[in-house]
Each structure stands twice: as C-alpha cells, then as structure tokens.
C-alpha cells in the first residue's frame, strides 16, 4: 500500500513524497516520473517490484500534486529534494529510475549523488538540449516538437502551445495497445498532474531546454542503463544513442518495435538489470 507524506524544505516550499513496498527491502527505488504525471510509484510494476523484495520511492516534482512550485529550476536542482526526501525516511542508499522526462532528473541523480546511488536506469529519456551533433526535434511527432520549439522561445511561448490540443500521433499503435492495458495506469496521473494547472509541465519543458546543471557523463560513476524503443515519438531513440556515447560504460536496451509507453512492457526485466547492478 503506498503511503504518502510531506517534508517542509528550507526555502519554503514542500515536497510530497511516496513510499510503496517492505521498509526493510534489500533494494530501494527513486522513482522519477515523466512529463505531466506525479510521483505515484508506477501501478504496474507494484507486484513485479514487490516479487524481487524492491521498495519504490518518490516525490511530485515541483509545481505538481503536493509540491510547491519552483519557477526556473533545472533539472539538477531535483537532487536536493531526492537525499531530503532519502535523509527524512532514513534510506542510505537507493538506485534511481526514471522515464522520459524523469530520465534526466534519475541520471542528475547519478552524476550528482553517486556516493548514495546504486545503479540508475533511464526509459525513453531526454538528452540534453545542446547535444552536440544530435538532430534534437528529430523523429519527434508534430505536437511534441512544437511544445518543445515553444519552450526553447520562452515560458509564454510555451504557455500559448499547451493551450493546443493533444496530438495523437505521438503514440504508437503499440503505445495505444499499452495504454489499453495495465499502462492505463498513466491516465490517472496525467490527469492529476495538470488539476492545478500547466504550471509543474511549463517547468518542466524549460528545464529540458535549458543547460541541466550537470554533464551526462558524469552519470557514469555508477552502472547506468538506456533503454529506449526504436518507434518512440516522443523522445526519438536516437536520444538514448547520444547518451550512450557520452555514458562511458552506460548498457543499453533497444526495442526495435516499440514507442514511448509500449516500451514499458519490458519493465520487468529492467527491474532484474537494477536488481544485479545495485
């Protein structure tokens, strides 16, 4: 059962946190959500997680569900709120997760806290804006690429794009196939991610676009695994090949047929990856 709890940070703002799973787990998760969710550990991989004795942690970023706002973060400042969060329920030690946008925020993370992090695992996650020698808005579905263009112009401009319709041809027939299943669990969060407004995704979007506050390949101070589908839409697989050429010793999983959510599927044996590397 997941049980949730507030820390009260030294500027002010809150910070919602998560815990689901054993408190004595050989294995901790930080779970880092995507781009508009809050930080509910992910419903699918509960039992799965539970199974191979992993606790799940998490927080809403700033700006969603019970966390205060933080206009002009960066992705790196995320790490202050994850050790608080580890310091307040007394976890040591933890590898972290994320998936599309919380990619960047689990390998801030690992470059930034490595003597905590055990092992980090990025699904489907951004590489950094100014990624040399990547076509960045390259392979993306029109929708995302104009929010993304819109956020690179500043926070009005992006502000007038979230106001357009979703474009369904950001997902796949394979990613609709998942979300007609168990990734269903997706629905809920988005929708509670955007009850009080754009706010916590606007922040999101300028970080993305941003300098991150820390280098990639810095995240390779402890294993890290890219896994990426080779149908992805939303953030195209050449982004995890970027990143796997600035990572060292990072592994990667390709799944050639699958996109942004379908790629979710193969969670299961990620999970295994994390368990063997931590």
């Not at 779970?31 to 942690?57: S, Y």
């Amino acid at each position: 059962m997941t049980r949730t709890g507030e820390l009260d940070r030294p500027d002010g703002r809150t910070v919602r946190w998560y815990t689901d799973g054993p408190d004595d787990a050989d294995l901790v998760l930080f779970w880092h959500h995507g781009t508009p969710n809050i930080g509910q550990p992910p419903g699918p991989l509960m039992k799965p997680a539970t199974d191979r004795g992993i606790r799940w942690v998490s927080i809403d970023r700033p700006g969603y569900g019970g966390s205060t706002r933080r206009e002009g973060r960066c992705v790196a400042d995320v790490v202050e709120d994850v050790a608080a969060v580890a310091d307040e329920l007394e976890i040591e030690r933890f590898a972290v997760v994320g998936h599309s946008g919380g990619g960047p925020h689990a390998l801030a993370c690992a470059a930034l806290l490595s003597s905590r992090v055990r092992a980090c695992l990025s699904i489907a996650g951004l590489a950094p804006f100014e990624a040399g020698g990547l076509d960045w808005y390259g392979g993306m579905a029109k929708g995302g690429r104009l929010e993304l263009e819109a956020a690179a112009l500043g926070p009005a401009a992006l502000r007038a794009q979230l106001a357009e319709e979703w474009d369904p041809d950001s997902f796949t027939p394979e990613d609709n196939g998942a979300l007609a299943g168990e990734w269903g669990w997706f629905t809920g969060i988005v929708k509670a991610a955007l009850e009080l407004g754009p706010d916590g995704m606007i922040d999101d979007d300028l970080a993305y676009v941003r300098p991150w506050g820390f280098a990639p390949e810095d995240a390779g101070a402890v294993p890290v695994l890219l896994a990426h589908g080779g149908k992805d839409r939303v953030v195209p697989y050449t982004h995890g090949e970027w990143l796997a050429g600035e990572i060292g010793d990072a592994e990667r999983r390709f799944f050639p047929d699958d996109g942004h959510i379908s790629v979710l599927l193969h969670a299961e044996t990620l999970l295994d990856w994390l368990v063997e590397a931590a």
